[in-house]
């Protein structure tokens, strides 16, 4: 079972068009961060949330934390094929003393040109 | 300024076989972390290390061994290797485990495949 469900799990869109990607837990997040995946490679970090509420954009990327800290989304404004990747959402549990990430699944994203 | 690598890149073994995967980071982070990614499943906390001679379970270690002797490097030893420990492996670095949440640095993986 992940403890943070991301949706959808695949999502292929045509260039110019938006999208949002959800992460959702029933628990409660110290902070949660989103990574971008390129086959091949590692993670990237691409944002850190910490605060509930709070929205950060990062060019056509908007990033929000909902105001319990229980999820997060992210939403691509008129997507580029260069958007085109694995995005992982990963969250610090406030229970976990010591802070470690737990990672979703993961949603594929493609943008067809 | 190389970051985080890792060797080798791909590597097939049979089922019993040993093997090491190697992770250097030259940023000199105190922290070291070692993932493993199967399809569907986002990445699994195997071992991680706050820095040398301490290293701790994550996850999933079972089947696993690592070792921190330099802040540098962080091996994952697998001794006896099965089908089910087939998987991408991620090594990664962080410089502090603030809760505010650090980044994490992660290297290019290593893909490995036990038949």
């Known amino acids: 079972t992940q403890l943070l469900e991301q949706s959808p799990q695949f999502l292929s869109i045509q260039e110019g068009e938006n999208l949002t990607v959800y992460c959702n837990s029933s628990?409660?997040?110290?902070?949660l961060q989103w990574y971008r995946q390129e086959p091949g490679e590692g993670p990237v970090l691409l944002v850190t949330v910490v605060t509930g509420g709070e929205v950060k954009k990062l060019k056509r990327l908007t990033f929000q934390f909902g105001d319990a800290r229980k999820d997060s989304s992210l939403h691509i404004t008129a997507a580029q094929p260069g958007d085109t990747g694995l995005y992982l959402c990963?969250?610090?549990?406030?229970?976990?003393?010591?802070?470690?990430?737990?990672f979703g699944a993961g949603t594929q994203v493609v943008v067809t040109p | 300024n190389a970051g985080v690598t890792q060797t080798p890149k791909f590597r097939i073994l049979k089922i019993g076989q040993s093997m090491t995967l190697q992770c250097t980071q030259d940023?000199?982070?105190?922290?070291m972390y070692w993932y493993r990614q199967d399809p569907g499943m986002g990445l699994k906390l195997i071992y991680y290390?706050?820095?040398?001679?301490?290293?701790d379970k994550g996850e999933v270690p079972n089947g696993y061994n690592v070792s921190r002797s330099t802040t540098e490097d962080f091996p994952l030893r697998l001794e006896l290797a099965a089908p089910s420990q087939t998987s991408v492996y991620f090594c990664?670095?962080?410089?502090?485990?603030?809760?505010?949440?650090?980044?994490?640095?992660f290297g290019p993986g290593t893909r490995l495949l036990v038949l």
């Open positions: 940023m000199n982070h105190n922290y």
């Open positions: 628990s409660v997040f110290s902070s």
């Open positions: 990664a670095s962080s410089e502090t485990r603030g809760l505010a949440g650090e980044t994490q640095y």
């Open positions: 290390s706050v820095g040398a001679g301490i290293t």
């Open positions: 990963a969250g610090k549990m406030t229970t976990d003393s010591w802070g470690k990430l737990q």
